[in-house]
């Protein structure tokens, strides 16, 4: 029989501000790691995108404050700038329909340290952001760190990765031996346990919400659409005219075409914004505002800048480069399909890139579908890569053309290309 929030041992005033969201049951993780938490422990936490995973721990976090004292008891440090300011909201939320008058900071690198520390002056219990404006402010003793009770490390995996490490190690330190440490990720692999272990008390636990599918949800659909890569942007193109999503994100591996990409978009009339670290703290907020409400249909982004986003009603994921890593799969199908929802993951490949499509089939055990764009609609596709090949080959002849007919040949393909390439 599944337990309600009450039966958990939640509070009945966080009870009642989850109502006010449309939660009324826990998820499994949500289940697992309430009374958990509660008992003090450190804590490894996995569970599918989408499983509820920041309330799992905002919820014994909020229970767990000292309301007669000031300071920060709970320091959640994320790797990028927008989970921040999603877990911000997500807090601020909680607080207001749950009448706590929590406090919280968001502390972050793009935004003016003077602001945070005015904002830091009025003491609040929860502090949010990335872990080298929080250090920094710890160092300049703005943030007092002994007073903290539990830190929570979201999206845990990449924090604890060889470019974060140290400085995650250096927060750590700065808090008494006593305080809690939480993890939580999607994707916690052998060596992401073996150095949160190396961090944690010695009957640190591992909770891990219900897995299906290797950790992918059931109702996302995985397809893919093969052609050259010349051709990509093209098919990218036809996709989202047949599908006509309300709301994809198309995933790019180099930040430094996102703009391009969504210039292209915008040209050929599609409602598109980019998240990329070289916009301002402000550019991005406004894409993903647009992107939120409805003011566009289509947001760029690559694995950095859209890492543990939670954005409802994203029916759409487009690979429009593919992730060598089966881990970036994962986190960015799972930006789709949320709360339940139906939603669909597109990999745009080349013959040469499915063999990453067999290596998800074989890690998450998912199976991915063939697909072709015929009259404007994404059917069954029949294309092999045998066919593919074939097609890129040119035909044969009984008769290569002359020297000079073949320099007009090539300079007349030339032209047409240098046409298409500017309008494209």
Partial sequence: MEKDFAALGVMPALVEGLKKQGIVMPTEIQEKMIPALLTGKDIVGRSETGSGKTLAYLIPLFMGLDMSQKGTQVMIL??????????????????????????????????????????????????????????????????????????VLDEGDRLLEDGNLSSVEAVIKTTLRDRQLVLLSASVGEETKKRAKALMKEDMLFLEGEKRQGNVPENISHDYILTTHREKFLMLRKVLAGEKPKKAIVFLNNPENIEVTVDKLVHHGIEAAGIYGQASKLDRKNALDDFREGRVSVLVASDIGARGLDISHVTHIINLDIPEDPVHYLHRAGRCGRQGEKGVAISIVTPYERRWIHKYEKVWGISFRQKDMVGGKLVDSKKTKKDLDIKKKPPKTEKSPSGRAQGKHMKKNRKINGKNQRKF
């Fill in 78 to 151: 994320t790797p990028t700038h927008e989970l921040a300011a999603q877990v911000y909201k997500q807090v601020e939320l909680l607080a207001n329909n749950a009448g706590i008058e929590a406090g919280c900071a968001l502390i972050i690198g793009t935004a003016g340290i003077q602001r945070q520390v005015e904002k830091l002056k009025s003491k609040p219990r929860i502090v949010v952001g990335s872990t080298g404006r929080i250090l920094d402010l710890i160092r300049k003793k703005k943030i007092q760190a002994h007073l903290v009770k539990t830190i």
